[in-house]
Nanobody, 125 residues
Framework: VQLVESGGGLVQAGDSLRLSCVIS????????TGWFRQAPGKEREFVAA????????YGADSVKGRFTISRDNAKNTLYLQMNMLKPEDTAVYYC???????????????????WGLGTQVTVSS
């Protein structure tokens, strides 16, 4: 199983980015998947997740209404659309997949077995 993120970069506050995560070795709509982020000196933080059935949940209140998780089953790709970016969104963003089929959403990184290497998002003020 391999997860490869892309789409990060350096942007200004208020800009948008769309992160992508191509997943191989898993059929994306059979497993729970999610996005996490980790800023320097901080713990990994849950951003959003989507269940095998397509139900999505979001983490911190600070991302609700600005970030949207989605997936393209045909491309086996997970997305995170990030709008109105803020400097505090600066972090390495990771996508993750669970190991068991038909799993629900989970904010616990321990429930995810497979991880990408991450993509850096830097938001300047």
């Amino acid at each position: 199983v391999q997860l490869v993120e892309s789409g990060g970069g350096l942007v200004q506050a208020g800009d948008s980015l769309r992160l992508s995560c191509v997943i191989s070795g898993r059929t994306i709509n059979l497993y729970g998947t999610g996005w996490f982020r980790q800023a320097p000196g901080k713990e990994r933080e849950f951003v959003a997740a989507i269940s095998w059935s397509g139900i999505s949940v979001y983490g911190a209140d600070s991302v609700k209404g600005r970030f949207t998780i989605s997936r393209d089953n045909a491309k086996n790709t997970l997305y995170l659309q990030m709008n109105m970016l803020k400097p505090e969104d600066t972090a390495v963003y990771y996508c993750a997949a669970q190991d068991r089929r038909f799993t629900s959403t989970s904010p616990d990184p321990g429930d995810y077995t497979f991880w990408g290497l991450g993509t850096q998002v830097t938001v300047s003020s």
